[in-house]
Protein backbone atom coordinates (compact mmCIF):
# COMPACT_ATOMS: atom_id res chain seq x y z
CA UNK A 1 0.00 0.00 0.00
CA UNK A 2 3.11 2.58 0.31
CA UNK A 3 3.52 2.87 -3.46
CA UNK A 4 -0.48 3.35 -4.29
CA UNK A 5 0.24 6.13 -1.55
CA UNK A 6 3.23 7.45 -3.07
CA UNK A 7 1.24 7.95 -6.24
CA UNK A 8 -2.24 9.34 -4.53
CA UNK A 9 -0.25 12.23 -2.87
CA UNK A 10 2.38 12.99 -5.56
CA UNK A 11 -1.64 13.88 -7.54
CA UNK A 12 -2.40 15.55 -5.05
CA UNK A 13 0.77 17.78 -4.68
CA UNK A 14 0.35 18.67 -8.40
CA UNK A 15 -3.31 19.79 -8.02
CA UNK A 16 -4.75 16.33 -9.19
CA UNK A 17 -7.08 14.40 -7.77
CA UNK A 18 -5.81 10.85 -7.10
CA UNK A 19 -6.81 8.03 -9.89
CA UNK A 20 -8.04 4.58 -8.44
CA UNK A 21 -7.04 3.18 -12.31
CA UNK A 22 -3.72 4.62 -12.17
CA UNK A 23 -2.68 4.19 -8.99
CA UNK A 24 -0.96 0.57 -8.87
CA UNK A 25 2.17 0.59 -11.98
CA UNK A 26 2.24 -3.79 -12.36
CA UNK A 27 -0.25 -6.48 -12.29
CA UNK A 28 0.54 -10.07 -13.40
CA UNK A 29 -0.33 -11.22 -16.37
CA UNK A 30 -3.34 -12.88 -17.32
CA UNK A 31 -4.93 -13.16 -13.98
CA UNK A 32 -6.83 -10.46 -11.48
CA UNK A 33 -4.27 -9.80 -9.07
CA UNK A 34 -5.38 -8.07 -5.84
CA UNK A 35 -4.68 -4.93 -4.51
CA UNK A 36 -4.69 -3.77 -7.76
CA UNK A 37 -7.52 -1.07 -8.08
CA UNK A 38 -9.28 0.06 -11.04
CA UNK A 39 -12.73 1.34 -12.66
CA UNK A 40 -15.18 -1.04 -12.64
CA UNK A 41 -16.08 -1.11 -16.68
CA UNK A 42 -19.56 -0.04 -17.69
CA UNK A 43 -21.95 -3.17 -19.07
CA UNK A 44 -21.00 -1.68 -22.59
CA UNK A 45 -17.76 -1.03 -22.20
CA UNK A 46 -17.18 -4.93 -21.58
CA UNK A 47 -19.57 -5.85 -24.00
CA UNK A 48 -17.47 -3.81 -26.92
CA UNK A 49 -13.99 -5.19 -25.41
CA UNK A 50 -15.39 -8.37 -26.01
CA UNK A 51 -16.25 -8.24 -29.71
CA UNK A 52 -13.35 -6.00 -30.26
CA UNK A 53 -10.79 -8.37 -28.79
CA UNK A 54 -12.66 -11.93 -30.45
CA UNK A 55 -12.37 -9.51 -33.97
CA UNK A 56 -9.07 -8.36 -33.88
CA UNK A 57 -7.87 -11.92 -32.67
CA UNK A 58 -9.31 -13.42 -35.35
CA UNK A 59 -8.23 -10.71 -37.79
CA UNK A 60 -4.63 -10.94 -36.50
CA UNK A 61 -3.65 -14.53 -35.07
CA UNK A 62 -3.61 -17.02 -38.26
CA UNK A 63 -6.35 -19.62 -38.11
CA UNK A 64 -7.18 -20.44 -41.18
CA UNK A 65 -5.78 -23.81 -41.97
CA UNK A 66 -4.76 -22.56 -45.52
CA UNK A 67 -2.13 -20.46 -44.13
CA UNK A 68 -0.78 -22.82 -42.19
CA UNK A 69 -0.62 -25.48 -45.22
CA UNK A 70 1.19 -22.35 -47.18
CA UNK A 71 4.18 -22.41 -43.83
CA UNK A 72 4.57 -26.37 -44.65
CA UNK A 73 4.75 -25.72 -48.18
CA UNK A 74 7.62 -23.21 -47.35
CA UNK A 75 11.18 -24.60 -47.89
CA UNK A 76 12.57 -23.45 -44.88
CA UNK A 77 16.63 -24.28 -46.16
CA UNK A 78 16.39 -22.20 -48.92
CA UNK A 79 13.60 -19.63 -47.86
CA UNK A 80 12.94 -16.30 -49.68
CA UNK A 81 11.74 -13.16 -49.28
CA UNK A 82 8.70 -13.54 -51.21
CA UNK A 83 8.07 -16.93 -48.14
CA UNK A 84 8.36 -14.34 -45.67
CA UNK A 85 6.12 -11.36 -47.61
CA UNK A 86 3.09 -14.14 -47.63
CA UNK A 87 3.55 -14.97 -44.39
CA UNK A 88 3.23 -11.24 -43.41
CA UNK A 89 0.17 -10.42 -45.66
CA UNK A 90 -2.01 -12.89 -43.48
CA UNK A 91 -5.85 -11.85 -43.59
CA UNK A 92 -8.51 -14.45 -42.99
CA UNK A 93 -10.57 -15.41 -45.81
CA UNK A 94 -13.32 -17.26 -46.46
CA UNK A 95 -14.82 -16.81 -49.69
CA UNK A 96 -12.04 -17.39 -52.66
CA UNK A 97 -8.50 -16.12 -52.43
CA UNK A 98 -9.29 -12.76 -52.57
CA UNK A 99 -9.15 -9.68 -49.65
CA UNK A 100 -13.00 -8.63 -49.57
CA UNK A 101 -14.81 -6.76 -46.80
CA UNK A 102 -17.35 -9.66 -47.15
CA UNK A 103 -14.60 -11.61 -45.13
CA UNK A 104 -14.62 -8.62 -42.42
CA UNK A 105 -18.47 -9.55 -42.23
CA UNK A 106 -18.03 -12.90 -41.10
CA UNK A 107 -15.51 -12.19 -38.51
CA UNK A 108 -17.79 -9.46 -36.80
CA UNK A 109 -20.89 -12.00 -36.96
CA UNK A 110 -18.04 -14.17 -35.05
CA UNK A 111 -17.07 -11.39 -32.85
CA UNK A 112 -20.07 -10.71 -31.73
CA UNK A 113 -21.70 -13.97 -31.38
CA UNK A 114 -18.61 -15.11 -29.34
CA UNK A 115 -19.20 -11.88 -27.19
CA UNK A 116 -22.58 -13.16 -26.08
CA UNK A 117 -22.24 -16.08 -24.86
CA UNK A 118 -18.62 -15.24 -22.93
CA UNK A 119 -20.52 -12.38 -21.14
CA UNK A 120 -23.20 -14.70 -19.95
CA UNK A 121 -20.57 -16.66 -18.48
CA UNK A 122 -18.47 -13.97 -17.10
CA UNK A 123 -20.76 -11.66 -15.82
CA UNK A 124 -18.98 -10.85 -12.82
CA UNK A 125 -15.94 -9.52 -14.35
CA UNK A 126 -14.98 -5.50 -13.06
CA UNK A 127 -12.94 -4.96 -15.86
CA UNK A 128 -10.47 -6.28 -19.09
CA UNK A 129 -7.38 -4.04 -18.30
CA UNK A 130 -5.32 -7.15 -18.40
CA UNK A 131 -6.65 -8.40 -21.85
CA UNK A 132 -7.05 -5.11 -23.13
CA UNK A 133 -2.90 -4.61 -22.72
CA UNK A 134 -2.31 -9.06 -24.49
CA UNK A 135 -4.67 -7.48 -27.05
CA UNK A 136 -2.71 -4.56 -27.58
CA UNK A 137 0.27 -6.66 -27.94
CA UNK A 138 -0.93 -9.24 -30.54
CA UNK A 139 -2.05 -6.08 -32.77
CA UNK A 140 1.13 -4.08 -32.60
CA UNK A 141 2.42 -7.11 -33.43
CA UNK A 142 0.81 -8.17 -36.39
CA UNK A 143 0.61 -4.51 -37.69
CA UNK A 144 4.28 -4.01 -37.58
CA UNK A 145 4.76 -7.73 -39.84
CA UNK A 146 2.58 -6.41 -42.46
CA UNK A 147 4.07 -3.12 -42.98
CA UNK A 148 7.59 -4.16 -42.56
CA UNK A 149 6.99 -6.85 -45.13
CA UNK A 150 5.45 -3.91 -47.57
CA UNK A 151 8.56 -1.22 -46.10
CA UNK A 152 11.09 -3.60 -47.50
CA UNK A 153 10.01 -4.45 -50.80
CA UNK A 154 10.17 -0.47 -51.28
CA UNK A 155 13.20 0.95 -49.52
CA UNK A 156 14.88 -1.82 -51.83
CA UNK A 157 12.93 -0.67 -54.95
CA UNK A 158 11.79 -4.01 -55.84
CA UNK A 159 7.78 -3.38 -55.69
CA UNK A 160 7.66 -0.65 -58.50
CA UNK A 161 10.33 -1.31 -60.89
CA UNK A 162 11.80 0.86 -63.68
CA UNK A 163 9.38 0.97 -66.77
CA UNK A 164 10.27 -2.18 -69.30
CA UNK A 165 11.12 -1.38 -72.70
CA UNK A 166 7.61 -2.37 -73.38
CA UNK A 167 6.12 -0.20 -70.98
CA UNK A 168 8.03 2.98 -72.15
CA UNK A 169 6.40 2.51 -75.77
CA UNK A 170 2.90 1.74 -75.16
CA UNK A 171 0.94 4.93 -75.70
CA UNK A 172 -0.51 6.04 -72.78
CA UNK A 173 -3.85 5.48 -72.81
CA UNK A 174 -3.67 2.26 -73.17
CA UNK A 175 -2.40 1.57 -69.55
CA UNK A 176 -4.89 1.32 -66.76
CA UNK A 177 -4.70 3.82 -63.90
CA UNK A 178 -3.12 1.11 -61.49
CA UNK A 179 -0.55 0.88 -64.23
CA UNK A 180 0.31 4.30 -64.73
CA UNK A 181 0.87 4.85 -60.74
CA UNK A 182 2.91 1.72 -60.77
CA UNK A 183 5.29 2.96 -63.59
CA UNK A 184 4.85 6.72 -62.59
CA UNK A 185 6.66 5.25 -58.33
CA UNK A 186 8.84 3.11 -61.05
CA UNK A 187 10.67 5.88 -62.42
CA UNK A 188 11.92 7.48 -58.92
CA UNK A 189 13.34 4.80 -56.94
CA UNK A 190 14.83 7.24 -54.54
CA UNK A 191 10.94 8.29 -53.40
CA UNK A 192 9.73 4.70 -53.53
CA UNK A 193 12.86 3.78 -51.17
CA UNK A 194 11.61 6.89 -48.75
CA UNK A 195 8.46 5.41 -48.64
CA UNK A 196 9.57 2.28 -47.81
CA UNK A 197 12.08 3.59 -45.37
CA UNK A 198 8.65 5.52 -43.41
CA UNK A 199 6.76 2.22 -43.42
CA UNK A 200 9.85 0.55 -41.75
CA UNK A 201 10.42 3.50 -39.24
CA UNK A 202 6.27 3.03 -38.28
CA UNK A 203 6.43 -0.80 -37.79
CA UNK A 204 9.93 -0.64 -35.88
CA UNK A 205 8.58 2.03 -33.25
CA UNK A 206 5.67 -0.54 -32.90
CA UNK A 207 7.90 -2.85 -31.39
CA UNK A 208 8.11 -0.98 -28.04
CA UNK A 209 5.18 -0.02 -26.29
CA UNK A 210 5.88 3.59 -24.92
CA UNK A 211 6.43 4.70 -28.97
CA UNK A 212 3.23 2.60 -30.39
CA UNK A 213 1.43 6.46 -30.07
CA UNK A 214 4.16 7.50 -31.82
CA UNK A 215 3.71 5.07 -34.41
CA UNK A 216 0.07 5.41 -35.29
CA UNK A 217 0.13 9.44 -36.05
CA UNK A 218 3.22 8.06 -38.69
CA UNK A 219 0.96 5.33 -40.06
CA UNK A 220 -2.52 6.57 -39.95
CA UNK A 221 -1.86 9.35 -42.62
CA UNK A 222 0.49 7.49 -44.47
CA UNK A 223 -1.37 3.98 -45.24
CA UNK A 224 -4.53 6.43 -45.45
CA UNK A 225 -2.99 7.98 -48.31
CA UNK A 226 -2.33 4.36 -49.85
CA UNK A 227 -5.93 3.14 -49.17
CA UNK A 228 -6.81 6.35 -51.50
CA UNK A 229 -4.31 5.64 -53.44
CA UNK A 230 -5.72 2.45 -54.23
CA UNK A 231 -8.98 3.64 -54.33
CA UNK A 232 -8.36 6.76 -57.30
CA UNK A 233 -6.01 4.44 -59.26
CA UNK A 234 -8.63 1.31 -59.04
CA UNK A 235 -5.35 -0.62 -57.58
CA UNK A 236 -5.88 -3.97 -55.80
CA UNK A 237 -4.75 -3.25 -52.18
CA UNK A 238 -7.68 -1.45 -51.15
CA UNK A 239 -8.87 -3.84 -48.83
CA UNK A 240 -5.76 -4.74 -47.43
CA UNK A 241 -4.55 -1.27 -47.06
CA UNK A 242 -8.03 0.07 -44.79
CA UNK A 243 -7.34 -3.59 -42.40
CA UNK A 244 -3.98 -2.00 -41.46
CA UNK A 245 -5.84 1.40 -40.65
CA UNK A 246 -7.95 -0.39 -38.92
CA UNK A 247 -5.28 -2.27 -36.50
CA UNK A 248 -3.50 1.34 -36.12
CA UNK A 249 -6.63 2.86 -35.69
CA UNK A 250 -7.57 0.30 -32.43
CA UNK A 251 -3.89 0.97 -31.59
CA UNK A 252 -4.29 5.22 -31.39
CA UNK A 253 -7.43 4.83 -29.44
CA UNK A 254 -5.78 3.27 -26.48
CA UNK A 255 -4.57 7.14 -25.80
CA UNK A 256 -6.52 9.13 -28.06
CA UNK A 257 -8.82 10.81 -24.90
CA UNK A 258 -5.77 11.48 -23.46
CA UNK A 259 -4.17 13.49 -26.10
CA UNK A 260 -7.53 15.45 -26.78
CA UNK A 261 -7.30 16.46 -23.26
CA UNK A 262 -3.63 17.51 -23.33
CA UNK A 263 -3.49 19.09 -27.08
CA UNK A 264 -7.27 19.99 -27.80
CA UNK A 265 -9.17 21.07 -24.59
CA UNK A 266 -5.43 21.75 -22.50
CA UNK A 267 -6.13 20.33 -19.21
CA UNK A 268 -4.31 18.34 -16.77
CA UNK A 269 -4.15 14.58 -18.16
CA UNK A 270 -3.20 11.30 -16.09
CA UNK A 271 -0.93 8.94 -17.73
CA UNK A 272 -1.57 5.11 -18.38
CA UNK A 273 0.97 3.63 -15.79
CA UNK A 274 -0.30 -0.24 -16.32
CA UNK A 275 2.19 -2.29 -16.85
CA UNK A 276 2.72 -6.12 -16.21
CA UNK A 277 4.59 -7.79 -14.15
CA UNK A 278 7.82 -9.60 -15.95
CA UNK A 279 9.28 -10.25 -12.88
CA UNK A 280 9.43 -13.89 -12.61
CA UNK A 281 12.49 -15.24 -14.93
CA UNK A 282 10.26 -17.56 -17.40
CA UNK A 283 7.80 -14.46 -18.19
CA UNK A 284 11.14 -12.06 -18.42
CA UNK A 285 13.18 -14.37 -21.22
CA UNK A 286 9.90 -15.83 -22.55
CA UNK A 287 8.86 -11.86 -23.34
CA UNK A 288 12.87 -11.11 -24.58
CA UNK A 289 13.05 -14.23 -27.03
CA UNK A 290 9.74 -13.78 -28.49
CA UNK A 291 10.62 -10.24 -29.10
CA UNK A 292 14.03 -10.94 -30.48
CA UNK A 293 12.51 -14.23 -32.83
CA UNK A 294 10.40 -11.60 -34.45
CA UNK A 295 13.10 -9.03 -34.96
CA UNK A 296 15.34 -11.91 -36.23
CA UNK A 297 13.23 -12.96 -38.34
CA UNK A 298 11.09 -10.16 -40.14
CA UNK A 299 13.73 -7.48 -39.57
CA UNK A 300 17.43 -9.28 -39.65
CA UNK A 301 16.20 -12.61 -41.95
CA UNK A 302 13.75 -10.68 -44.48
CA UNK A 303 15.32 -7.59 -45.01
CA UNK A 304 18.99 -8.86 -45.78
CA UNK A 305 16.79 -11.38 -48.37
CA UNK A 306 15.12 -8.33 -49.70
CA UNK A 307 18.39 -6.53 -50.36
CA UNK A 308 19.76 -9.58 -51.68
CA UNK A 309 16.34 -10.37 -54.26
CA UNK A 310 17.00 -6.59 -55.18
CA UNK A 311 20.89 -7.22 -56.52
CA UNK A 312 20.23 -10.85 -57.69
CA UNK A 313 16.20 -11.62 -58.24
CA UNK A 314 13.48 -8.97 -58.25
CA UNK A 315 10.11 -10.60 -58.60
CA UNK A 316 8.01 -8.01 -61.08
CA UNK A 317 10.05 -9.24 -64.38
CA UNK A 318 11.08 -12.63 -65.81
CA UNK A 319 14.51 -13.54 -65.51
CA UNK A 320 14.91 -16.02 -67.93
CA UNK A 321 17.53 -14.01 -70.60
CA UNK A 322 16.37 -13.36 -73.91
CA UNK A 323 18.38 -13.55 -77.46
CA UNK A 324 21.91 -11.87 -76.91
CA UNK A 325 21.97 -8.31 -78.03
CA UNK A 326 18.47 -8.01 -79.35
CA UNK A 327 16.76 -6.06 -76.28
CA UNK A 328 15.46 -2.89 -78.13
CA UNK A 329 12.67 -1.28 -80.38
CA UNK A 330 12.59 -2.67 -83.53
CA UNK A 331 10.20 -0.71 -86.78
CA UNK A 332 8.31 -3.04 -89.11
CA UNK A 333 10.10 -2.49 -92.22
CA UNK A 334 8.06 -5.34 -93.93
CA UNK A 335 5.55 -7.76 -93.48
CA UNK A 336 4.28 -10.71 -95.62
CA UNK A 337 1.35 -12.74 -94.60
CA UNK A 338 0.07 -15.60 -96.54
CA UNK A 339 2.07 -14.05 -99.57
CA UNK A 340 0.47 -10.72 -99.36
CA UNK A 341 3.36 -7.83 -98.42
CA UNK A 342 0.47 -5.54 -96.22
CA UNK A 343 1.55 -1.87 -95.73
CA UNK A 344 1.49 -0.37 -92.51
CA UNK A 345 -1.54 0.99 -91.06
CA UNK A 346 -2.52 1.99 -87.61
CA UNK A 347 -5.81 0.44 -87.85
CA UNK A 348 -5.02 -3.06 -89.57
CA UNK A 349 -5.46 -6.07 -86.52
CA UNK A 350 -3.21 -8.40 -88.52
CA UNK A 351 -0.37 -5.94 -89.27
CA UNK A 352 2.28 -5.64 -86.73
CA UNK A 353 3.31 -1.82 -85.62
CA UNK A 354 6.81 -2.29 -83.67
CA UNK A 355 8.24 -4.94 -81.74
CA UNK A 356 9.91 -4.99 -78.46
CA UNK A 357 12.70 -7.44 -77.55
CA UNK A 358 13.38 -7.09 -74.06
CA UNK A 359 16.52 -8.11 -72.23
CA UNK A 360 14.79 -11.49 -70.43
CA UNK A 361 12.92 -13.88 -72.35
CA UNK A 362 9.97 -11.48 -73.71
CA UNK A 363 8.78 -10.35 -77.15
CA UNK A 364 5.71 -7.53 -77.31
CA UNK A 365 3.82 -6.64 -80.52
CA UNK A 366 2.02 -3.64 -80.76
CA UNK A 367 -1.38 -4.21 -82.96
CA UNK A 368 -4.86 -3.37 -83.74
CA UNK A 369 -5.92 -6.80 -83.27
CA UNK A 370 -8.31 -7.15 -79.95
CA UNK A 371 -6.55 -8.63 -77.07
CA UNK A 372 -7.48 -9.52 -73.01
CA UNK A 373 -5.55 -7.50 -70.65
CA UNK A 374 -4.56 -9.49 -67.15
CA UNK A 375 -6.14 -6.54 -64.94
CA UNK A 376 -4.51 -8.51 -61.87
CA UNK A 377 -3.19 -6.10 -59.38
CA UNK A 378 -2.78 -7.37 -56.11
CA UNK A 379 0.86 -7.92 -54.37
CA UNK A 380 2.04 -10.85 -54.74
CA UNK A 381 5.72 -12.02 -55.29
CA UNK A 382 6.21 -15.19 -57.52
CA UNK A 383 9.91 -16.55 -58.81
CA UNK A 384 8.26 -18.62 -61.64
CA UNK A 385 8.81 -16.50 -64.81
CA UNK A 386 5.31 -17.97 -66.32
CA UNK A 387 3.78 -16.29 -62.91
CA UNK A 388 5.16 -12.52 -63.01
CA UNK A 389 2.67 -10.57 -64.80
CA UNK A 390 4.10 -7.37 -63.76
CA UNK A 391 5.34 -6.26 -68.02
CA UNK A 392 2.04 -6.80 -69.24
CA UNK A 393 -0.35 -6.43 -66.30
CA UNK A 394 -3.30 -3.28 -67.09
CA UNK A 395 -1.40 -3.07 -70.27
CA UNK A 396 -2.89 -2.88 -73.65
CA UNK A 397 -2.41 -2.14 -77.06
CA UNK A 398 0.54 -4.99 -77.40
CA UNK A 399 0.36 -8.48 -77.09
CA UNK A 400 3.35 -10.15 -74.83
CA UNK A 401 5.16 -13.16 -75.65
CA UNK A 402 7.46 -15.41 -73.55
CA UNK A 403 9.60 -17.42 -75.55
CA UNK A 404 12.49 -20.16 -75.25
CA UNK A 405 15.16 -19.78 -78.70
CA UNK A 406 17.61 -22.38 -80.26
CA UNK A 407 20.82 -20.61 -81.22
CA UNK A 408 21.97 -24.03 -83.34
CA UNK A 409 18.45 -23.99 -85.85
CA UNK A 410 18.00 -20.39 -85.10
CA UNK A 411 14.30 -20.97 -84.11
CA UNK A 412 12.25 -18.35 -81.51
CA UNK A 413 8.75 -20.13 -79.76
CA UNK A 414 6.85 -17.69 -78.70
CA UNK A 415 3.70 -18.35 -76.92
CA UNK A 416 1.27 -15.12 -75.76
CA UNK A 417 1.74 -14.21 -71.82
CA UNK A 418 -1.92 -14.18 -71.78
CA UNK A 419 -3.81 -16.77 -74.23
CA UNK A 420 -1.75 -20.05 -74.28
CA UNK A 421 -3.32 -20.91 -77.50
CA UNK A 422 -1.60 -18.19 -78.99
CA UNK A 423 1.43 -19.41 -80.56
CA UNK A 424 4.21 -18.85 -83.26
CA UNK A 425 7.52 -20.88 -84.59
CA UNK A 426 9.86 -18.57 -86.34
CA UNK A 427 13.19 -18.97 -88.05
CA UNK A 428 15.43 -15.63 -87.10
CA UNK A 429 18.03 -14.24 -89.12
CA UNK A 430 20.35 -11.45 -87.75
CA UNK A 431 22.15 -10.19 -90.96
CA UNK A 432 23.91 -7.40 -89.17
CA UNK A 433 23.19 -5.85 -85.65
CA UNK A 434 20.02 -3.69 -86.04
CA UNK A 435 18.01 -5.61 -88.51
CA UNK A 436 15.95 -9.24 -87.36
CA UNK A 437 14.42 -11.08 -90.16
CA UNK A 438 12.01 -13.75 -89.08
CA UNK A 439 10.01 -16.22 -91.13
CA UNK A 440 7.32 -19.14 -90.27
CA UNK A 441 4.19 -20.25 -88.81
CA UNK A 442 1.74 -18.09 -86.95
CA UNK A 443 -1.01 -20.67 -84.87
CA UNK A 444 0.15 -22.90 -87.32
CA UNK A 445 -2.12 -21.68 -89.93
CA UNK A 446 -0.70 -18.50 -91.47
CA UNK A 447 2.84 -18.13 -92.51
CA UNK A 448 4.83 -15.42 -91.98
CA UNK A 449 7.61 -13.24 -92.99
CA UNK A 450 8.57 -10.06 -91.25
CA UNK A 451 11.38 -7.70 -91.16
CA UNK A 452 12.38 -5.84 -87.92
CA UNK A 453 14.51 -2.14 -88.04
CA UNK A 454 15.85 -1.72 -84.65
CA UNK A 455 15.03 1.99 -83.95
CA UNK A 456 17.88 4.06 -81.61
CA UNK A 457 15.70 5.59 -79.26
CA UNK A 458 16.63 7.53 -76.39
CA UNK A 459 14.66 7.50 -72.91
CA UNK A 460 14.52 10.61 -70.86
CA UNK A 461 14.72 9.06 -67.40
CA UNK A 462 17.69 7.09 -68.40
CA UNK A 463 19.88 9.97 -70.03
CA UNK A 464 19.48 11.95 -67.03
CA UNK A 465 20.41 8.86 -64.91
CA UNK A 466 23.44 8.95 -66.88
CA UNK A 467 24.62 12.43 -66.54
CA UNK A 468 23.03 13.15 -63.03
CA UNK A 469 20.98 15.44 -61.28
CA UNK A 470 23.51 18.28 -62.14
CA UNK A 471 25.35 17.08 -65.30
CA UNK A 472 24.55 18.25 -68.71
CA UNK A 473 21.73 16.59 -70.73
CA UNK A 474 21.14 16.84 -74.20
CA UNK A 475 18.31 14.81 -75.96
Known amino acids: MAQNTTYQRRGAANGLP ?34 AFIYFAIQSIPLDWKYFRRVFRIDWLNLTYGDIFDLARYQPRFFGEHDTFLNWLVVLVIAVAGAVVWGNRDKDRRDYSQLYYWLRVIVRYRLAAGLIAYGFIKFYPLQAPLPSISNLNTAYGDLSAWKIFALSLGVVPDYESFLGLV ?41 YSFYLIVLALFLFAFDANRLYRLFALEK ?9 DFSHARLKFGRIALKAAFVLFF ?28 AGLYNVEQFVVNGDTLAYSALDPVRWK ?41 SGGRHYYGYDFDEASKTLTLTNKVNAADQLVLHYVRPDSTTIRLSGVANGRDSLQVVLKKTNKKYLFEEVKKVGRRGEFKL
Open 299 to 326: VVVYGSKAYAGYHSNPYQYPTKPGLAGA
Open 18 to 51: ANPATTSRVATPGVDTPGISTRAWSPAEKLLFRV
Open 268 to 276: PTAPNLFKP
Open 354 to 394: DVVFEKWATISIRSSRPLVIDSTNVEQIHFDDAKRNFEFAG
Open 199 to 239: ELVGGLLLLHRKTTTIATLIIIPFTGNVFFSNLAYEGGEYV
